[in-house]
Nanobody, 122 residues
Framework: QVQVEESGGGLVQPGGSLRLSCVAS????????MAWFRQSPGKEREFVAA????????NYGDPAKGRFTISRDNAKNTVWLQMSSLKPEDTGVYYC???????????????WGQGTQVTVSS
């Protein structure tokens, strides 16, 4: 089974930027898409963005549109989430996940990382 690991979280001031990284142990036929989700205390896990390994097609959730960019490097099995114009409401644990399709439902993803904390605060 594919394993994924996130990194790059931290504390950033409002309006700042942060780049998250996710490395997959391998790429398989059944794991054609990678996604980022986030979760804040007391809230459900929320879809942020997804990308397909082949072709690079992307899909963004409402929180990410216009501010975040997802990208990938197939040779490194790595996906990034570049976040800019960060707001306090972007605070949460950000998870990377691997699945077959760019779905917005977290139940559609098989492999999950442990998450990386992002805190936006002055």
């Amino acid at each position: 089974q594919v394993q994924v690991e996130e990194s790059g979280g931290g504390l950033v001031q409002p309006g700042g930027s942060l780049r998250l990284s996710c490395v997959a142990s391998e790429r398989t036929y059944d794991d054609a898409a990678m996604a980022w989700f986030r979760q804040s205390p007391g809230k459900e896990r929320e879809f942020v963005a997804a990308i397909r390994w082949i072709g690079g097609r992307t899909n963004y959730g409402d929180p990410a549109k216009g501010r975040f960019t997802i990208s990938r490097d197939n040779a490194k099995n790595t996906v990034w989430l570049q976040m800019s114009s960060l707001k306090p409401e972007d605070t949460g644990v950000y998870y990377c996940a691997s699945g077959s399709y760019m779905r917005i439902n977290p139940d559609d993803y098989r492999a999950w990382g442990q998450g990386t904390q992002v805190t936006v605060s002055s």
